[in-house]
Nanobody, 121 residues
Framework: QVQLIESGGGLVQAGDSLRLSCTAS??????????MGWFRQAPGKEREFVAG????????VYADFVKGRFTISSDNAKSMVYLRINSLKLEDTAVYYC????????????WGQGTQVTVSP
């Protein structure tokens, strides 16, 4: 029913900025109680939550490690969710995943295939 496709990853240098995109299809997210989120998984580490947002553009939440460098946003007309990362650090290297869940459920039901972000010094 729901398909999520990420894009925008690649090889970047520390200090650069990057915007990841997630295209959602198969559901009317703009009129449903749906939350979208970004997760990341570094090699050898567990997948962790990065940021989340409702399709209305409100109630955005961030992980503590973000420290103001990450910004999540959505575009209902294009059914897309974005994650902007500023001042990329080496530790930001990971596969970034887009996810979706129903509200008030806390279980992330749908996942994209991920996009690789590699930060070089």
């Amino acid at each position: 029913q729901v398909q999520l496709i990420e894009s925008g990853g690649g090889l970047v240098q520390a200090g650069d900025s990057l915007r990841l995109s997630c295209t959602a299809s198969g559901h009317t997210f703009s009129r449903s109680s749906t939350a979208m989120g970004w997760f990341r998984q570094a090699p050898g580490k567990e997948r962790e939550f990065v940021a989340g947002i409702r399709w209305s553009g409100s109630s955005a939440v961030y992980a503590d490690f973000v420290k103001g460098r990450f910004t999540i946003s959505s575009d209902n007309a294009k059914s897309m969710v974005y994650l902007r990362i500023n001042s990329l650090k080496l530790e930001d290297t990971a596969v970034y995943y887009c996810a979706a869940r129903w509200i008030p459920s806390e279980t992330w039901t749908y996942w994209g295939q991920g996009t690789q972000v590699t930060v070089s010094p």
